[in-house]
């Protein structure tokens, strides 16, 4: 049985194997994943389609595949092929690398064998990786060239005069570079993120918000909250919900520009950016003006487990009307974000600092942040920028706003 690459995402024309998470010989289950594939915005997990035992892997790690290529081969019912004995501690002794009688790792143990004979090369002088220190043809191939590359030995000088030897110089360290590919969602956030600033007309405005208030509801309800909807209450649903206040306020910012129209959207569909070791993506929550507190923190909870997963799918990242992003959990002060085309604005949080700063005439120490919005100024203006930042600001103050949507 062929295991095929799937058909991929739309605009996506070819992915990358990723990951094989079972070696040829293993026995798989129907359903079982046996290989992720990257593309430049999800990760796609190939499954068997039947009980069996994985005998061929045609494509490696690393390489690239379109949809219908051939990666691998399930033979049905196959029983599991036993693992090749290790070679006797003695023969291990006897060369630092050992050549396989019958199959090294690419099946070529003859093949092996036949290459040192032509180079006239020992197996000895060789080191080897594949399993067990066992040659492979490429093991041969790169001591030959490198054979041939090294320079010839310069003929040796008379012997001088004894001398006093000079005394060696100090060692300062060695100087390491390291070369890996870029990823594809690497490439893919290079790319969108050199997009937004050719074709948007970028600016950001900042204010400061003091969270005093929605800490002092936070630390009073959170248990009961905890015991209602079965997640903590965290500062994000209060900005997901001033956000959605702040957009109905102002339209232009929930906007986006297609060619020479601008597109009002009149649902509220909010990105919540999330940091992953493959790099950021921004799932996207539906409808947002129609969930509680509860549910945003439920909704964020679930895409930030399926996003650190790997388990997102093109509806999770596309159709987002405006995006927010965290540099506070990693404690950033402040920062200008780039905008998520083709949304036409961005809200950035910051970290949450102690500072002092005047209320009522006196100087007082509240927990305060600075906010950024990064909006694109060929649709929304510097005034509806402000205000619709300072909107949020009032409604985090007060958050009584977001109960009577004020």
Same mark, same amino acid.
């Given at each position: 049985?062929?295991?095929?690459?799937?058909?991929?995402?739309?605009?996506?024309?070819?992915?990358?194997?990723?990951?094989?998470?079972?070696?040829?010989?293993?026995?798989?289950?129907?359903?079982?994943?046996?290989?992720?594939?990257?593309?430049?915005?999800?990760?796609?997990?190939?499954?068997?389609?039947?009980?069996?035992?994985?005998?061929?892997?045609?494509?490696?790690?690393?390489?690239?595949?379109?949809?219908?290529?051939?990666?691998?081969?399930?033979?049905?019912?196959?029983? &599991?092929?036993?693992?090749?004995?290790?070679?006797?501690?003695?023969?291990?002794?006897?060369?630092?690398?050992?050549?396989?009688?019958?199959?090294?790792?690419?099946?070529?143990?003859?093949?092996?064998? !036949?290459?040192?004979?032509?180079?006239?090369?020992?197996?000895?002088?060789?080191?080897?990786?594949?399993?067990g220190g066992r040659l492979t043809t490429e093991d041969v191939k790169s001591f030959a060239a490198n054979q041939k590359a090294a320079p010839a030995p310069a003929p040796k000088a008379a012997p001088a005069p004894v001398a006093a030897a000079p005394a060696p110089k100090a060692v300062l360290g060695a100087r390491t570079e390291q070369r890996v590919p870029m990823t594809r969602i690497r490439a893919r956030i290079?790319?969108?993120?050199?997009?937004?600033?050719?074709?948007?007309?970028?600016?950001?405005?900042?204010?400061?918000?003091?969270?005093?208030?929605?800490?002092?509801?936070?630390? !009073?309800? !959170?248990?009961?909250?905890?015991?209602?909807?079965?997640?903590?209450?965290?500062?994000?649903?209060?900005?997901?919900?001033?956000? &959605?206040?702040?957009?109905?306020?102002?339209? @232009?910012?929930?906007?986006?520009?297609?060619?020479?129209?601008?597109?009002?959207?009149?649902?509220?569909?909010?990105?919540?950016?999330?940091?992953?070791?493959?790099?950021?993506?921004?799932?996207?929550?539906?409808? @947002?003006?129609?969930?509680?507190?509860?549910?945003?923190?439920?909704?964020?909870?679930?895409?930030?487990?399926?996003?650190?997963?790997?388990?997102?799918?093109?509806?999770?990242?596309?159709?987002?009307?405006?995006?927010?992003?965290?540099?506070?959990?990693?404690?950033?002060?402040?920062?200008?974000?780039?905008?998520?085309?083709?949304?036409?604005?961005?809200?950035?949080?910051?970290g949450i600092f102690d500072r002092p700063i005047a209320v009522n005439g006196q100087v007082v120490i509240r927990p305060m942040m600075y906010l950024a919005l990064t909006y694109d100024h060929r649709l929304i203006d510097g005034r509806e920028a402000v205000l619709f930042l300072k909107h949020i600001k009032d409604c985090l103050e007060d958050p009584a706003r977001l109960l009577l949507s004020l």
């Amino acid at each position: 049985m062929e295991i095929k690459v799937p058909n991929l995402p739309e605009s996506v024309s070819e992915a990358t194997v990723a990951t094989w998470h079972i070696k040829a010989g293993d026995r798989v289950a129907r359903e079982q994943n046996l290989v992720d594939l990257e593309t430049d915005k999800v990760m796609l997990e190939v499954p068997s389609t039947a009980d069996g035992v994985l005998v061929e892997i045609r494509v490696q790690a690393g390489q690239t595949v379109k949809a219908g290529d051939i990666i691998g081969i399930v033979s049905e019912g196959a029983e &599991v092929v036993a693992p090749v004995a290790a070679a006797p501690a003695a023969a291990a002794v006897a060369a630092p690398a050992a050549v396989a009688t019958s199959t090294d790792d690419d099946g070529q143990g003859p093949a092996v064998r !036949k290459l040192l004979a032509e180079l006239g090369l020992s197996a000895a002088a060789i080191t080897g990786t594949g399993k067990g220190g066992r040659l492979t043809t490429e093991d041969v191939k790169s001591f030959a060239a490198n054979q041939k590359a090294a320079p010839a030995p310069a003929p040796k000088a008379a012997p001088a005069p004894v001398a006093a030897a000079p005394a060696p110089k100090a060692v300062l360290g060695a100087r390491t570079e390291q070369r890996v590919p870029m990823t594809r969602i690497r490439a893919r956030i290079a790319e969108r993120l050199v997009e937004a600033q050719a074709t948007a007309a970028m600016l950001t405005t900042f204010n400061e918000v003091d969270l005093k208030a929605v800490g002092d509801i936070r630390a !009073k309800y !959170k248990e009961p909250f905890e015991k209602a909807h079965g997640v903590k209450l965290g500062f994000m649903s209060f900005f997901v919900r001033a956000a &959605v206040e702040a957009l109905k306020k102002y339209p @232009a910012v929930n906007a986006s520009i297609d060619g020479s129209d601008v597109v009002y959207h009149a649902y509220y569909d909010i990105g919540v950016a999330v940091s992953t070791e493959r790099g950021l993506v921004v799932p996207v929550m539906r409808d @947002a003006d129609a969930l509680s507190l509860g549910d945003v923190e439920k909704a964020i909870g679930a895409l930030g487990v399926k996003a650190r997963a790997n388990k997102l799918t093109m509806e999770d990242l596309t159709g987002g009307t405006f995006s927010i992003t965290n540099g506070g959990v990693f404690g950033s002060m402040m920062s200008t974000p780039i905008l998520n085309p083709p949304q036409a604005a961005i809200l950035g949080m910051h970290g949450i600092f102690d500072r002092p700063i005047a209320v009522n005439g006196q100087v007082v120490i509240r927990p305060m942040m600075y906010l950024a919005l990064t909006y694109d100024h060929r649709l929304i203006d510097g005034r509806e920028a402000v205000l619709f930042l300072k909107h949020i600001k009032d409604c985090l103050e007060d958050p009584a706003r977001l109960l009577l949507s004020l």
